[in-house]
């Protein structure tokens, strides 16, 4: 009886096979949609702060030492994987990324710094990335309108008038100067 009972057992155990990963003895890889370490690509980080005003743990800092440098600093030792920086980013600049493997004695492997060079906007005064291409450089690009300064028109770009060369001539734009003439508006 208690031989039966034993193969039994035995047999049920050995049924389901082997259900469990040799890890850490062999790599586990993440299931998709796993919220690891989140990663930046300073390529397309513009500085906004949108991730740090948005992140729950406070983990994400924003400083200006000067006025041409912004410095993000990513504390990774408080962070919660929770996403929101991600999905928060406007320029999908965060990927919430499959590193699982974060155990560390050295703080200052949980921490990313970007460092980006900015300039700063002269209507509201905070700083704006300036390596790449950025959200200013494509608000003249965007919307259904170009208003031509020394032509004094609005062109619609879906007109055949429009043509990005007018944003080029654009930047030649010198103040007037000299008395205001009769007819000058
Ligand atoms: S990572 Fe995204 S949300 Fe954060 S500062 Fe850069 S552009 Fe803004
Ligand atoms: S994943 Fe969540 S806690 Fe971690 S940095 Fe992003 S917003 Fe903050």
């Given at each position: 009886m208690w031989l039966i009972s034993k193969l039994r057992q035995l047999a049920l155990v050995l049924r389901p096979g082997v259900v469990t990963l040799r890890y850490p003895f062999e790599p586990a890889v993440a299931p998709e949609g796993f919220r690891g370490r989140p990663v930046w690509d300073h390529h397309k980080?513009?500085?906004?702060?949108a991730c740090s005003d948005h992140c729950s743990a406070r983990c994400i800092l924003v400083s200006d030492?000067?006025?041409?440098l912004r410095v993000m600093l990513y504390?990774?030792?408080?962070?919660?994987?929770?996403g929101r920086c991600a999905e928060i980013c406007p320029e999908q600049a965060i990927t919430m990324s499959g590193?699982?493997?974060?155990?560390?004695?050295?703080?200052e492997d949980l921490t990313t710094r970007l460092e980006l060079f900015m300039l700063t906007c002269?209507?509201?005064?905070r700083c704006y990335e300036m390596e790449n291409d950025n959200v200013l450089d494509r608000l003249d690009l965007k919307g259904y309108r170009y208003d031509h300064l020394e032509a004094r028109a609005m062109i619609r770009k879906?007109?055949?008038?429009?043509?990005?060369d007018l944003v080029r001539e654009s930047k030649t734009y010198s103040r007037p100067t000299g008395r205001p003439q009769p007819g000058d508006r």
């Open positions: 980080c513009l500085g906004c702060g030492p000067c006025q041409e504390d990774g030792a408080r962070c919660t994987y929770c590193d699982f493997e974060m155990a560390s004695g050295d703080r002269q209507r509201c005064g879906t007109s055949p008038q429009w043509s990005a």
